[in-house]
Nanobody, 117 residues
Framework: QVELAESGGGLVQPGGSARLSCAFY????????MSWYRQLPPKQRELVAVVTSGGSTNYADSVQGRFTISRDHAKNTVYLQMNSLKVADTAVYYC???????????WGQGTQVTVSS
């Protein structure tokens, strides 16, 4: 079993920054591809950023150049640095882990990010 715990959400002004954290509780953190998704109902959940065990990253076009995903293997933690935030970035942000063998995946409970003046 793996548990993911997001933190760092809150109210941010447009143009501001925030850093989300996802703590990975379990074993073999390096065996998981880690991702951030976001959802603002009624829209469907969308992929925001991905980081592999080796540190390769991919981003949604909407956040490219503004967001940075990273992982700290020593701390079993994934981060999402969000800069130049826009109102459209308002959503619940979810951490996701997918084991590289494809046999397991896990979701965090989500953390609310509200961008508003």
């Amino acid at each position: 079993q793996v548990e993911l715990a997001e933190s760092g959400g809150g109210l941010v002004q447009p143009g501001g920054s925030a850093r989300l954290s996802c703590a990975f509780y379990g074993s073999q953190f390096a065996m998981y591809v880690m991702s951030w998704y976001r959802q603002l109902p009624p829209k469907q959940r969308e992929l925001v950023a991905v980081v592999t065990s080796g540190g390769s990253t991919n981003y949604a076009d909407s956040v490219q150049g503004r967001f940075t995903i990273s992982r700290d293997h020593a701390k079993n933690t994934v981060y999402l640095q969000m800069n130049s935030l826009k109102v459209a970035d308002t959503a619940v942000y979810y951490c996701h882990a997918r084991r590289i063998d494809g046999h397991y995946d896990y979701w965090g409970q989500g953390t609310q990010v509200t961008v508003s003046s």
